[in-house]
């Protein structure tokens, strides 16, 4: 289970790099926003995968009904 907490706390590294990012690209820069979106998208949807794992537990469900669960996802 520590893997999926290093793993939600890259993804958040890597999101709080994206929107500092975006925050000071101006107006006239010629970056591809389909690139920083795509970024920020994939980072929370790996923040949140990583936590399926961590609520799972919480519900106190057994190991093979939380690797369905997460297969399924």
Sequence with gaps: MEIFQT???VSIGILGFTAIV???KTEHD???HSIFS???S???SALLYS???FILIEF???KQTMWKVLSFI
């Design 7 to 9: 793993f939600a706390e």
């Design 22 to 24: 975006i925050m000071f």
């Design 30 to 32: 010629e970056w591809n």
């Design 38 to 40: 795509g970024m920020f």
């Design 42 to 44: 994939h980072c929370i």
């Design 51 to 53: 936590i399926v794992p």
């Design 60 to 62: 106190e469900v057994d």
